[in-house]
């Protein structure tokens, strides 16, 4: 079965940092290219992220292009997110997803909130 685990979201101010973490189980993970997903209130899915199966590549959507980095340690079977120079705009749900085209499982989500 498988299993995506979340943590690491909280309060941080605009400017400052924050770190997510996946923590995986269930499936070979080094295997399946991973993605971070959000989800603001009241809006759709925003894909933020995505790195492949061996960490060779990483992608990025333009809103946070520069100050998400997304990388992971197939030893761990985990993928962080190390989120810099944050906005009151990227507050929302952040999911864990496997796959970088498309995602088919998905984590619960931490929740990430910007605000001063």
């Known amino acids: 079965q498988v299993h995506l685990v979340e943590s690491g979201g909280g309060l941080a101010q605009p400017g400052g940092s924050l770190r997510l973490s996946c923590a995986a189980s269930g499936f070979a993970f080094s295997v399946h290219g991973m993605s971070w997903v959000r989800q603001a209130t009241g809006k759709g899915p925003e894909w933020v992220s995505g790195i492949l199966n061996d960490g060779s590549a990483t992608y990025y959507a333009d809103s946070v292009k520069g100050r998400f980095t997304i990388s992971r340690d197939n030893a761990k079977n985990t993928v962080d997110l190390q989120m810099s120079n944050l906005k009151p705009e990227d507050t929302a749900l952040y999911y864990c997803?496997?796959?970088?085209?498309?995602?088919?499982?998905w984590g619960q989500g931490t929740q990430v909130t910007v605000s001063s």
């Open positions: 997803a496997r796959g970088r085209r498309v995602q088919d499982k």
